[in-house]
Every structure is written in C-alpha cells, then in structure tokens.
C-alpha cells in the first residue's frame, strides 16, 4: 500500500438545511422591501403576532404614482392587509393563520391603480404572548363551562316548575317544612312554559306543546275516539296515506279494548 494514499472519511448523515423565509421570485422591473419584527394583534387584540414580510412591488401600466415613496405604499398595503387577516387568528394556531395571510398576498395584486404587490409572511410568537393566549384560552373555557351549567339548572328547574305534578313532588322533597307554600308557588308559575328543545324549530315545539295539552284533554274513552274519527277524516282530506293508517290502527286498537263506549 502507497503510504501517501489519502485516507476516506464514511460519509455521515446530511446536515439539516437552515430554515430561511420564501421570497418571491421578482422580475426585471419589481423592487424587494422587507417589513421585519412587527408586532400585530391577533384574535385577542393584547396578543401579538411577530411578524415578518419578504414582498416585492413593481410599477403597473403607464398611470404615475402619487407624491412619495412607492416602497411606502407598497409597505403599508402588506402591511394593513396582513394585519386585517390576523386579527381572525389565535396565536395557537400559528401555521393556519400563516398559510391564510400567504394565500392571500403571496399572489400578485393591485392595492393602486400604478402598483402591483405581494409578499411572503412568515409568523413567530413569543412565549409572553402564547402563555397569554394560553390563559386567555382556559379562561374562554372555564365561561363556557360556567354558562352552561347554568343553563342546564335553569332548563332543569323551568322542566319541574312548568309541571304541576314534578312540580308538587319537587317542593315537597326541597322544602318539607313549607309546604303551606306550594300554592303560592303554583300561582307565581302558572303561565311559566316547559323549556324548548333546542334541536327543534318553533314549530315542532308548538306542535308539542299542543299535543301535551290535548292528551291531557282527552279523559275518557270517548273523547280519544270522537277525536281519532276526526283525525282520520282530516288525514283522508289531506292525502296522507301513512298517517292516515297510523290513525285507523290507533281507533281499531281502540275500539276493542273492554269496556269502551262506542255509541
């Protein structure tokens, strides 16, 4: 073996490449501009994007620019427009507002007649501003968790007073030692309705509601088959076939249960 051979190092892994912001490709005519740390609101005005904008501008057609410097222009139109989409963002949810501030003025656009701009953003957040946002976001929780467990007693407590039966059997269980108070109670929630079904529109919870009231309405065996006769009739009129046999089923089911009247 030749003593003066070079010696070979094994290759070792590649290194990885630095992260480094997109900026446009630019033309000819574009000037690049630079916009670096901003600091802008986001969804919570009081937490902040850091913001940096790579963008480029050019001149467009033959209309002349007003008085001052077409970098400033350009400057202020990437940077309110950056601004105003941030402002629908978290900081927690920095690569989506990124990607919607890009989308947008990563493509050439016209903010003048005599210009024509875009740019690249690329977002960073500090740590102040995402334990902020953190604890901005634990405490948006926390409210909605208090509302509806609010909601969810109001609900419970108007579905118990709006029945006079859940109603009698509540009060005894709560206030055994005052019950001469029952009636006072009875008075003050007379006209008090039972709570809404919130997967229901306002006419389902009528057509409930009335239902609840006829079959209340409906004592004796006789009423329930005068009005089974006439629902069936109505059903018949109104072409409503299935309907119309759910009813006779009922009136047939009902007419041969012991006892009934059927004159």
């Known amino acids: 073996m030749n003593p003066f051979t070079r010696r070979h190092r ?18 000819p005519t574009e000037n690049l501009l630079l916009i670096k740390d901003e600091r802008m609101p986001s969804r919570v005005s009081s937490v902040h994007f850091t913001v940096r904008i790579d963008g480029a501008w050019q001149p467009l057609g033959d209309t002349p620019p007003p008085h001052g410097d077409p970098s400033s222009f350009a400057r202020h139109h990437l940077r309110a427009h950056t601004a105003r989409i941030l402002r629908r963002h978290s ?22 007649p005599w210009l024509v701009t875009r740019g690249v953003v690329l977002l960073a957040v500090t740590g102040t501003d995402q334990d902020l946002a953190e604890e ?9 968790l208090d509302r509806e467990e609010t909601n969810r007693r109001v609900d419970f407590l108007q579905l118990i007073l709006s029945d006079p039966d859940r ?8 206030y055994p030692d005052r019950l001469g108070e029952l009636a006072q109670l009875s008075k003050a929630v007379a006209d008090l ?14 057509v ?29 009129t109104l072409g409503s076939t299935d309907l119309q046999t759910t009813a006779a089923r009922w009136l047939s089911g009902h007419l041969t249960e012991p006892g009934v009247d059927t004159a």
């Not at 290194?15 to 490709?25: F, K």
């Not at 309705?193 to 009528?206: C, I, M, N, W, Y």
């Not at 006829?214 to 009005?227: A, G, K, S």
Request: hydrophobic share 35%; charged share 20%.
């Open 136 to 144: 901005h976001l634990r405490r948006a929780q926390h409210g909605d």
């Open 91 to 112: 900081v927690l949810e920095t690569p989506a507002a990124q990607d919607a501030v890009n989308a947008t003025i990563a493509r050439p656009w016209s903010p003048e």
């Open 167 to 174: 109603r009698a059997v509540w009060w005894i269980d709560q």
């Open 193 to 206: 309705k039972p709570p809404r079904d919130s997967t229901h529109d306002g006419l389902h919870a009528e």
């Open 10 to 27: 094994q290759p070792g892994p590649p290194s990885a490449p630095a992260r480094v912001a997109a900026v446009p490709a630019t033309g």
């Open 208 to 236: 409930t509601r009335f239902v609840d009231q006829l079959l209340t309405d409906l004592h004796t065996p006789h009423q329930r088959e005068i009005f089974l006769r006439a629902l069936t009739q109505t059903l018949r």
